[in-house]
């Protein structure tokens, strides 16, 4: 099952922010990422000199049902949670320093329940790598190297140069297609229920066919997605690898179900800009699943441990 993006604010991945205090150390604050990079919340920590304050802090409609959290002089040598040596306080850890001193890290992990997450309130910063698979307009993507999802392209005015394959974009920012944000990148906004209803109901036809559906769906000037530069050389030629009669079956039926809106698992589209460019990348949408149930989420930070998964742990400098 493809897994997307929070249904929240966002911060950027990565990174952390700092809050001063006049009455104790600056409070150091990371997001809460769910399901590899979905931001739920956040999670702060300070320090008195004496204890250390973590705090979990989830976003809207979402419930945090168990944290972990390991503090310590050098990363976690274990990345099992239920091996940490502090658990199931709540929201909220204080725990001693002891002899913890200078630079140390911390693992917060959290089991939250996404299942009253809306579809409309996103926002994500991530990075992305596309691939380009040969099809017209399709693309694999992977956001924070996360397993390969599918990506349609929803603006014909612009380019994703297919011929710098597996280039990675080291900010991007995502919106749901249900959001003022999301429906401001898109053409033909007011068809957006119609788009997410073809996302939801194209088994069994071929891509080609999709992807000029979703044109003729949201953007203003499909006909440009129909020249395709074969050979990377700005000769643009006519891509006719569709076919018509099924392209047009598939838009009237989507138009007849604009007034769709995704349930708990079913497809809905992420709106995804590239950011920090010199020349204006192609506005994309990503297919991602609607949150719902349980979810695992760390303090964002890097990666740590042996086995290949997406624990995550960050530093902290005690009284900074």
Same mark, same amino acid.
């Given at each position: 099952?493809?897994? #997307? ?9 990565? +990174? ?10 600056? &409070? ?21 000199? %004496? @204890?250390?304050?973590? $705090? @979990? !802090?989830?976003? *809207? ?9 390991? !503090?310590?002089?050098? *990363?976690?040598?274990?990345? +099992? ?5 502090? $658990? ?21 992990? +959290? &089991?939250?329940?996404?299942?009253? &997450?809306?579809?409309? #309130? ?7 790598? +596309? ?21 349609? #392209? ?9 011929? %710098? ?8 920012? =995502? ?17 957006? =229920? ?11 036809? *071929? ?33 006719? @690898? ?10 009237? *039926? ?8 995704? %349930? /708990? ?19 994309? !949408? ?5 949150? /719902?149930?349980? %979810? ?10 042996? $086995?290949?998964?997406?624990?995550? #742990? ?7």
């Amino acid at each position: 099952m493809r897994k #997307c993006i929070n249904l929240s604010v966002i911060g950027i991945v990565a +990174a952390m922010i700092v809050i001063a205090s006049p009455l104790a150390s600056a &409070v150091v604050m990371v997001p809460l990422i769910a399901g590899q990079f979905m931001d739920v919340g956040s999670v702060t920590v300070d320090d008195d000199g %004496e @204890f250390l304050y973590v $705090k @979990f !802090v989830v976003n *809207e409609g979402v419930e945090l049902i168990e944290t972990h959290v390991y !503090v310590g002089q050098g *990363e976690p040598e274990s990345s +099992a949670p239920g091996r940490f040596p502090y $658990k199931n306080q709540g929201d909220s850890y204080k725990i001693p320093l002891g002899d913890l001193s200078g630079t140390i890290y911390i693992a917060a992990h +959290a &089991v939250v329940d996404l299942s009253q &997450v809306c579809v409309d #309130c996103i926002p994500f910063h991530a990075t992305l790598r +596309a691939y380009c698979p040969g099809f017209l307009g399709y693309l694999d993507v992977e956001i924070n190297d996360s397993p390969m999802q599918k990506a349609w #392209c929803v603006d014909t005015d612009h380019l994703i140069n297919c011929y %710098e394959i597996q280039k990675l974009y080291g900010d991007v920012i =995502g919106y749901s297609s249900y959001s003022p944000e999301g429906a401001a990148l898109i053409d033909i906004p007011e068809n957006i =229920g119609a788009l997410n209803y073809l996302l939801n109901h194209d088994d069994g036809y *071929e891509i080609n066919d999709i992807q000029r559906a979703i044109w003729g769906l949201i953007d203003d000037f499909p006909e440009q997605g129909l020249l395709y530069d074969y050979f990377g050389d700005n000769e643009w030629k006519p891509n006719q @690898f569709y076919h018509p009669d099924i392209v047009n079956a598939l838009v009237n *039926e989507a138009l007849e179900n604009n007034d769709y809106i995704p %349930e /708990c698992g079913d497809i809905y589209a992420v709106v995804v800009k590239i950011l920090n460019v010199a020349v204006e990348k192609q506005i994309i !949408v990503i297919e991602c699943n609607v949150p /719902c149930g349980e %979810e695992t989420a760390w303090g964002d930070g890097y990666r740590f441990g042996k $086995k290949k998964n997406w624990a995550m #742990c960050f530093e902290y400098i005690i009284g900074q």
